[in-house]
């Protein structure tokens, strides 16, 4: 059982920027793969980024591209998030979540456990 608690989040202006982190109590944690989504009000879930087990392979929803990079310190146990020139449409509760699985995923239902979340607000 992989517990994930997140933090680093916040209330932040229209081109800020926010690092979130996500600590996770298993030290194998370099056994899974690991990813971040995120739930606006009234919305459903949505992908944000994805990364490999060994942090060589990333991938981004196409509206953080160039915005957003997703990054692990294995030896830390710990994922990141870190979020530049954020927008009010990147308000959102974020997840970050794993897998026993080298590979990275898109989907949410390829992930096996969850954080409980931290608020993002962007205010113009």
């Known amino acids: 059982q992989v517990q994930l608690v997140e933090s680093g989040g916040g209330l932040v202006q229209v081109g800020g920027s926010l690092r979130l982190s996500c600590a996770a109590s298993e030290r194998t944690f370099s056994s899974y793969a690991a990813g971040w989504f995120r739930q606006a009000p009234g919305k459903e879930r949505e992908f944000v980024a994805t990364?490999?087990?060994?942090?060589?392979?990333?991938y981004y929803t196409d509206s953080v591209k160039g915005r957003f990079t997703i990054d692990r310190d294995n030896t830390k146990n710990t994922l990141y998030l870190q979020m530049n020139s954020l927008k009010p449409e990147d308000t959102a509760v974020y997840y970050c979540a794993a897998r026993p699985s080298y590979a990275s995923s898109r989907n949410s239902g390829d992930y096996v456990y969850w954080g409980q979340g931290t608020q993002v607000t962007v205010s113009s």
């Open positions: 990364i490999n087990r060994i942090g060589t392979i990333t």
